[in-house]
């Protein structure tokens, strides 16, 4: 029997760079490469991106660019108007090559959820959803009045307040993906637990914290497992030999988005603290996003900008988290934090905020620390101990690279979601000849 062809729907996808769309990549690639045929099927934000490409093995289809491009700039009303004729075309798109795959698989519990459901009703073809975000409640209710930790700095400072309408950085949507579907309506919410109710979907939630988000919302389905994100154990391992550990001793590491739900400004406001009793201690932050000039100035006024460097987003990620002995997670929020599996792969502990994700991978004072977000002064005491106590900062960076190959690696969490998708569909495990037998492109019927 032929190997099970997999749909996966994700809003955003590359070039774009985020947890979610390396993920999606990553595990795209993965099951490609054990004899899976799997398409990427998503929306085209820019009209520079091709319609259709080939990345690294992996085929993409993105759809409703017209639509998409540049509505951020548009009215509230029209940008709304705009996303929903996009998911229409989204919808319409999945119907006209339902006969081209055997599972439809959507990243994140959204409207696209619900779009992809009514296919899988009226086909028949299992569905199998993956919530990406618990979100954090209040915090992104306040979002549009939200303004970066000033500390000692002046609060009213206007450089100091978050754009709200820079904060989806193009996104379709920001925060929880309950939260996301909630904003719809009510009717939405009914509809799509309905539909995922009465085609039992499968639905894979990330954390143990996203497992009890689900039921705090209503989200009361038959189907839920906890499967997490994935590491490539081979591409993200420690390295002996780049920089001796004398040099990178002091020197912290931090890969995220430049977006509020990060939490970089609250890294800052730490940092201060930790430079005030180590001054030769740096702060390197990889990434980009919407605030950078913001947290630029913002480590001007705290005089720290000379122990920080904002190295912007960077291709080889393991090069840079061997820059450093440490890594650090402020965010507010998350679903499961690549940063953190990624470093800790690199055997590098990391200090994390106690969010979704986090607190299942680490272990707090045995592979890393954790502390409550928003927790400047935690933050800071967690990161002396580490930057003061070397042994410990090794032991715990052992303790992490074990944690991660013993159940993070990539490997291991694919084994899961071919075991699913074959419990879905029926179809038995890949065959040698199947491997290399499948198109890459779906030929609409």
């Not at 899976?36 to 820019?46: A, D, N, Q, W």
């Amino acid at each position: 029997m032929i190997n099970p062809r997999i749909y996966l729907v994700t809003a955003t996808f590359l070039p774009a760079v985020g947890g979610a769309e390396k993920q999606a990549f990553a595990h795209s690639r993965s099951l490609r490469e054990r004899g899976l045929e799997v398409t990427i099927i998503t929306f085209r934000h820019k009209k520079v991106w091709p319609r259709r490409e080939v990345i690294e093995g992996v085929p993409v289809i993105r759809v409703a660019g017209i639509l998409l491009e540049g509505r951020w700039r548009l009215p509230r009303p029209l940008q709304k108007l705009a996303y929903l004729l996009a998911m229409l075309v989204m919808g319409w798109t999945l119907w006209r090559y339902r006969k081209c795959y055997d599972v439809l698989h959507v990243y994140k519990l959204t409207f696209l959820a619900t779009l992809a459901a009514m296919v899988c009703r009226l086909t028949g073809i299992p569905l199998l959803v993956s919530v990406r975000s618990t979100g954090s409640g209040e915090l992104e209710k306040s979002y549009n009045n939200a303004s970066l930790v000033a500390g000692t700095l002046d609060a009213t400072a206007p450089w100091l307040r978050v754009d709200g309408r820079l904060r989806a950085e193009g996104k379709v949507n920001v925060g929880g993906d309950v939260e996301a579907l909630e904003r719809m309506g009510k009717p939405v919410v009914r509809l799509t637990h309905f539909l995922l109710q009465s085609i039992r979907a499968a639905v894979v939630v990330l954390s143990t914290r996203m497992r009890d988000h689900l039921t705090e919302h209503g989200f009361h389905l038959p189907n839920i497992q906890l499967i997490p994100n994935g590491v490539d154990i081979t591409r993200f391992k420690p390295d002996h030999n780049a920089v001796s550990h004398d040099e990178k001793a002091h020197v912290v590491v931090c890969i995220t988005g430049l977006r509020y739900e990060k939490g970089i400004d609250v890294l800052l406001q730490a940092w201060y603290q930790v430079h005030q009793q180590i001054p030769q201690a740096r702060l390197i932050i990889v990434g980009y996003g919407s605030l950078r000039s913001q947290l630029e100035r913002l480590a001007v006024g705290l005089g720290i900008a000379g122990s920080v460097e904002f190295a912007g987003l960077q291709s080889d990620v393991p090069a840079q988290l061997h820059r450093g002995s440490i890594a650090v997670l402020p965010s507010r929020w998350e679903g499961m934090p690549n940063a953190v599996l990624e470093a800790m792969a690199c055997g590098l502990p990391c200090v994390s905020t106690r969010v979704s994700g986090s607190e299942d991978i680490l272990q707090h004072a045995v592979n890393g620390l954790l502390v409550e977000p928003e927790d400047y002064q935690g933050m800071a005491q967690a990161l002396l101990t580490l930057l003061c106590e070397p042994l410990l900062t090794q032991t715990y960076g052992r303790a992490a690279r074990e944690t991660i190959e013993k159940l993070y690696a990539l490997e291991q969490v694919m084994d899961r979601y071919i075991e699913l998708y074959q419990k879905m569909t029926g179809h038995p495990g890949p065959k040698a000849e199947d491997i290399a037998s499948f198109t890459i492109w779906p030929q609409s019927s």
